[in-house]
């Protein structure tokens, strides 16, 4: 819907004038009650003043807003319009595929394929793709890149293929930067106009860290594919008002802590306080004195608080950063007098209210890492050394003889005292010794490796393998980034290196930072310590750190060591950074470079030196850490507009790589019936142009029955691909090598290799099987035999049978949205029963066409005693034609015959979850994309 559309109940459209130019707004002095309401508030009442429809968005939920009481528990629901999406390329290639699917399908219809474009501007950066394979190289960047298009050709050509033939949906190249960076550097515009309107910027994405935008002012956080595709075409994404938590900030950082240290203290307290489901809202004089790039490392860690947003409103700090990005002189004006007029400029003398309240001083913040898996497990940097010897025990052979010593004593070796093991590569069946305990109570296991071009050395637990400085986080932020270039110059000065065990990596978020890194000649100080450029890309903080060196995987797997990485990215979830490793530490950039010159996590950086000076002094961390005044100094000389200005000026062209890419033409998608990675979807073979009546269920049978807590990660395909599973037979047929298989992530875009994983998750365990975990569960089209969930529902879909799942609390939390509800639809599950659904799952389940069902009240799978072998009848859906959601339908579970006669049954009334009108025409129309298919047909 357009502005021009808007019912207007309030009369607040008004004319906005900003130097030669007018711009039309929706004033929020015209409804009552707005001047009180939290920045992030005042963003949502705009969106639904100017997006009122009165339907959907009604003159109600404006009131509703502006009459928000800050005690209350969230329970008004209201539809919030993006005003634009960002993807990256795993989540976004999904949403494109779905986009030239709807383009063939309105073309079969008899419309126009070329109507079918994003209604929302939308952006794709392909940032998730690139894996530090080679390190510590000159060429290491050149290699990973040129592997990566090789890995990701046919992906790479399809979206090339939707930058050329779709209106308002631009793709970032590879090897551009990190999704968050780009979109604060450049595509946020922090006030958006658009055919004359001036309204605030407002973005969600399909990652999670989407929130680094928060720190412009600008509302937004990362959904599941399916609210993006919606919020592209036009739709808006469901949610309740939020509590909104005041988090105060006041005072200034001691010498030596960054702002990564700040992060990850309010990390730790917000997890503390308990923030899920709500709005964080910085304010208070400290605010002033937060530059941009931290407040934007506070909005990106929002996930890891919890939190849906974490804002920062706006002020004099976002336009010097506007302006220092390159944005123009009558953006920064236009920014300036909307936020001022609309009561949305910062003004720490004037407190709103809050739902609850939250305070830090700042000078209180000490140098901190986080780990070893939890962002939100905070150490002091000066306690990292005692913590780790305590966290280690969790990592070994379980019932260690350990020594009743105090763990907490200093001890100053790094290496109790035991024989190393000697690693013999020839002897594959070397008897190795059991872990050794030295007298500081660390369970210890020495182990001598010769790795090729890295000589000989001895690895125990606690190793530092991976030292990388990656993710959006930190890398968006000049303080951190020239601290570390500035203390690696202070290390190699001094003559320190990094240990040779350690990978090396750096993985800047844009390409600006290569640029302030060459005019202040500090990148051959880095390189000197093994951090050459490996990419421009998310790389270690999702797994993509790349292996590591043959001789050091080997040792640590037959020695069962526990190795440590330590890395400025944002999670550090057990297993998620390199399967070699299972300590992962979150560090500021310059703590990752001390710990690559330490080579331990069993190190005390007051205490131990980092190694000798030519005079043969010890050096200590104090001794390299570079002054405030160094680094305020060289981000002065070394950052200017325009390498902004630059890198940004072909943004949207890429490389010659990208450039060469053979592209299919035309407005229609030329579908490769041979390609594994793209494969046109069959949501829309065979629709026709008017929606059918929608139809009771009858004679279903339960495809899984699940207990508390499934999450949308236990239904929803991720990880690598396994031998044996039905994804890797589908590929088997088709010719790919089992090297080839790479990750259900990578092969998004395909739907055929999406839902064999489906509920495939080894964790899953389907109560219709005793004591079995994975993909598996009862088909009663064969005796009830165990089988893959993927073979059953095909077996269940050629005799016609339509399938339910059964399932307890809260199903469908977690953040792997899109597939859980595709997939769900795709093996032909018409209903999902539970006892309470998480919401936004709730709603990708109707966006797909899946109604989904609540036990009575109190009542559960268990209460009513179905074991899943039941045939299920559900009548009263059908009311649904009737332009009415019922509030019930009769629930009738047939118990299995017993010697040809009728079974005992089962009977209740089912709470339907559809909440809203718009939920009610999308599952009136068998899903949201054949909802807005049929609108643009209309139209």
């Known amino acids: 819907m357009s502005s021009k559309d808007s019912v207007n109940s309030f009369g607040a459209r008004d004319t906005l004038k900003v130097g030669d130019q007018s711009y039309e707004i929706y004033r929020l002095d015209a409804v009552p009650g707005t001047e009180k309401l939290p920045?992030?508030?005042?963003?949502?009442?705009?969106?639904?003043?100017?997006?009122?429809?009165?339907?959907?968005?009604?003159?109600?939920?404006?009131?509703?807003?502006?009459?928000?009481?800050?005690?209350?528990?969230?329970?008004?629901?209201?539809?919030?319009?993006?005003?634009?999406?960002?993807?990256?390329?795993?989540?976004?290639?999904?949403?494109?595929?779905?986009?030239?699917?709807?383009?063939?399908?309105?073309?079969?219809?008899?419309?126009?394929?070329?109507?079918?474009?994003?209604?929302?501007?939308?952006?794709?950066?392909i940032d998730h793709s690139v894996i530090a394979d080679l390190f510590g190289t000159a060429n290491a960047f050149e290699r990973n890149v040129e592997i990566e298009y090789q890995r990701n050709g046919e992906r790479y050509q399809f979206l090339r293929w939707g930058q050329g033939a779709f209106d308002d949906f631009k793709v970032v190249p590879p090897g551009t930067g990190i999704v968050h960076q780009v979109n604060i550097e450049y595509l946020a515009s922090v006030v958006m106009e658009r055919n004359g309107v001036a309204y605030p910027d407002t973005c969600v994405g399909t990652d999670s860290h989407t929130t680094m935008e928060n720190g412009l002012g600008v509302l937004g956080w990362g959904v599941g594919g399916i609210e993006a595709e919606a919020a592209m075409l036009g739709q808006p994404v469901s949610m309740l008002i939020p509590r909104v938590v005041g988090f105060k900030l006041s005072g200034e950082r001691p010498a030596g802590v960054t702002a990564t240290d700040v992060v990850l203290t309010v990390t730790e307290m917000l997890r503390k306080h308990g923030v899920v489901g709500k709005f964080v809202e910085f304010y208070g004089e400290g605010v002033a004195e937060v530059p941009l790039a931290n407040r934007a490392t506070l909005g990106n860690m929002s996930p890891e608080?919890?939190?849906?947003?974490?804002?920062?409103?706006?002020?004099?700090?976002?336009?010097?950063?506007?302006?220092?990005?390159?944005?123009?002189?009558?953006?920064?004006?236009?920014?300036?007098?909307?936020?001022?007029?609309?009561?949305?400029?910062?003004?720490?003398?004037?407190?709103?209210?809050?739902?609850?309240?939250?305070?830090?001083?700042?000078?209180?913040?000490?140098?901190?890492?986080?780990?070893?898996?939890?962002?939100?497990?905070?150490?002091?940097?000066?306690?990292?050394?005692?913590?780790?010897?305590?966290?280690?025990?969790?990592?070994?052979?379980?019932?260690?003889?350990?020594?009743?010593?105090?763990?907490?004593?200093?001890?100053?070796?790094?290496?109790?005292?035991?024989?190393?093991?000697?690693?013999?590569?020839?002897?594959?069946?070397?008897?190795?010794?059991?872990?050794?305990?030295?007298?500081?109570?660390?369970?210890?296991?020495?182990?001598?490796?010769?790795?090729?071009?890295?000589?000989?050395?001895?690895?125990?637990?606690?190793?530092?393998?991976?030292?990388?400085?990656?993710?959006?986080?930190?890398?968006?932020?000049?303080?951190?980034?020239?601290?570390?270039?500035?203390?690696?110059?202070?290390?190699?000065?001094?003559?320190?290196?990094?240990?040779?065990?350690?990978?090396?990596?750096?993985?800047?978020?844009?390409?600006?930072?290569?640029?302030?890194?060459?005019?202040?000649?500090?990148?051959?100080?880095?390189?000197?310590?093994?951090f050459y450029l490996v990419g421009y890309g998310c790389t270690t903080c999702i797994g993509n750190s790349g292996p590591l060196p043959e001789e050091i995987s080997k040792a640590i797997n037959d020695c069962d060591l526990s190795a440590a990485a330590v890395l400025s990215g944002n999670r550090n979830f057990e297993g998620r950074i390199n399967p070699d490793v299972k300590m992962n530490y979150l560090a500021s950039p310059p703590l990752v470079i001390a710990y690559a010159l330490a080579g331990t996590m069993d190190f005390d950086f007051e205490n131990d030196p980092l190694g000798k000076d030519e005079d043969g002094n010890d050096v200590f961390l104090k001794d390299i850490w570079p002054s405030q005044q160094d680094i305020n100094d060289t981000i002065a000389s070394a950052i200017n507009t325009e390498m902004f200005v630059e890198n940004y000026a072909d943004v949207f062209k890429g490389d010659e790589r990208w450039r060469n890419l053979p592209t299919p033409e035309g407005n229609t998608f030329e579908w490769d019936a041979n390609s594994t990675y793209v494969r046109k979807p069959p949501y829309f073979d065979g629709m026709p142009a008017e929606p059918e009546a929608v139809t009771d269920i009858s004679g279903a049978r339960v495809l899984a029955l699940l207990g508390d807590s499934v999450t949308t990660d236990h239904i929803s395909p991720a990880g690598n691909i396994k031998a044996g599973t039905p994804a890797a037979q589908y590929l088997d047929e088709h010719g790919v090598d089992k090297a080839d298989y790479n990750s259900y992530g990578s092969r998004r875009g395909n739907h055929e290799v999406m839902i064999r994983g489906t509920f495939a998750n080894i964790r899953l365990r389907n109560q219709l099987l005793d004591d079995v975990s994975g993909g598996y569960t009862r088909d009663f089209t064969n005796g009830g035999e165990q089988a893959f969930i993927y073979d059953a529902a095909q077996n269940y879909a050629e005799k016609g049978i339509p399938l339910v799942v059964l399932g307890g609390k809260e199903y469908g939390?977690?953040?792997?949205?899109?597939?859980?509800?595709?997939?769900?639809?795709?093996?032909?599950?018409?209903?999902?029963?539970?006892?309470?659904?998480e919401r936004i799952h709730r709603s990708n389940l109707i966006g797909m066409g899946v109604i989904p069902l609540q036990f009575p009240e109190g009542e559960s799978a268990a209460s009513l005693k179905l074991d899943g072998t039941e045939t299920f009848d559900i009548t009263g859906i059908e009311a649904l034609n009737d332009g009415k959601t019922p509030k019930t339908v009769k629930v009738k579970a047939t118990k299995n015959n017993r010697a040809g006669g009728s079974g005992d049954v089962v009977e209740f009334d089912a709470v339907v979850r559809i909440d809203t009108p718009g939920e009610a025409d999308y599952y009136r129309n068998g899903g949201i994309l054949q909802y807005v298919l049929r609108n643009m047909l209309r139209s």
């Open 305 to 530: 608080f919890g939190s849906t947003a974490a804002i920062f409103p706006i002020d004099d700090v976002t336009i010097d950063y506007l302006r220092m990005t390159g944005r123009s002189e009558q953006q920064l004006a236009l920014v300036e007098a909307y936020a001022k007029e609309q009561g949305m400029w910062h003004d720490p003398s004037r407190e709103p209210k809050f739902s609850e309240y939250i305070e830090l001083d700042l000078g209180d913040v000490v140098a901190s890492i986080a780990g070893p898996k939890r962002p939100q497990d905070r150490i002091a940097l000066s306690d990292a050394k005692t913590a780790f010897r305590k966290d280690i025990h969790n990592y070994v052979e379980e019932n260690l003889p350990v020594e009743h010593t105090n763990v907490d004593e200093a001890v100053d070796e790094t290496f109790p005292a035991s024989d190393p093991v000697s690693l013999s590569y020839a002897d594959e069946d070397a008897v190795l010794p059991s872990v050794a305990v030295g007298s500081n109570g660390r369970p210890s296991k020495p182990v001598e490796v010769k790795c090729e071009g890295r000589g000989e050395f001895v690895l125990d637990h606690g190793a530092v393998v991976i030292a990388a400085i990656t993710s959006c986080t930190n890398t968006s932020n000049p303080e951190v980034m020239l601290g570390a270039a500035l203390l690696a110059k202070n290390a190699v000065e001094k003559g320190l290196m990094s240990k040779p065990w350690v990978k090396t990596t750096m993985a800047p978020g844009s390409q600006v930072v290569t640029d302030y890194y060459e005019k202040a000649a500090l990148w051959p100080y880095l390189e000197k310590l093994g």
């Open 39 to 125: 920045y992030s508030l005042k963003v949502l009442a705009e969106n639904l003043l100017r997006t009122e429809d009165g339907a959907n968005i009604t003159k109600g939920h404006i009131e509703a807003i502006a009459k928000w009481d800050p005690s209350a528990e969230p329970s008004v629901e209201i539809q919030f319009t993006p005003a634009r999406v960002i993807m990256q390329d795993f989540t976004g290639v999904p949403c494109i595929v779905d986009l030239a699917t709807m383009r063939e399908a309105v073309g079969e219809l008899g419309g126009d394929p070329d109507q079918v474009n994003p209604l929302a501007p939308a952006d794709l950066v």
């Open 813 to 837: 939390s977690g953040s792997s949205r899109d597939w859980a509800a595709k997939g769900t639809s795709l093996l032909g599950v018409r209903a999902v029963i539970t006892e309470s659904f």
